[in-house]
């Protein structure tokens, strides 16, 4: 429980401590899913359960963030805008990464359980869809509206559909 409310603390630090943030919310409730998880008694675990299905509804209609507790989220990530963004519960988000309103990071065919595995200090503008079987190096830049299926290697930025990858000057970020 005290992991629990350290992540959900260091969370608000990345929101400057603004607990009204909807990214906030989205984050906190993950956090909390993914911790019941953890908890051994049954009973309990079910009584968890409960309270964590009814919140994901909750911050799922109030915020339009659909962030289910399976997936992997690091720490310092922070959803800037909130507003149809869909994350799959197979996807891996690494640290101190940003999304922003309207990203999607999800499966690209249905029978493909595989979703994209994102690394540290992912930059992703607004509408960007990331799909299927791919992963993002670290200090990537993701752009606006850009459709991203295949893998970006660390220091680059992908624009466009499908997007092109565009390498940075080496150890910019």
Known sequence: MQKLFQTIQDDLLTYQGDWTAQGFWALAVHRFGAWRYTVRIGLARKLFSLVYKILFKAVQILTGVELPCEAAIGRGTRIDHFGGIIVSGYAVIGERCILRQGVTIGLRHVNDVVAPRLGNDVNIGAG??????????????????????????????????????????????
């Open 128 to 173: 960007a869809k990331i799909l299927g079987r791919v992963v993002i190096g670290d200090h990537v830049d993701i752009g606006a509206n850009a459709v991203v299926l295949s893998d970006v290697p660390a220091y680059s930025s992908a624009v466009g559909i499908p997007a092109r990858i565009i390498p940075k000057s080496v150890g910019s970020k």
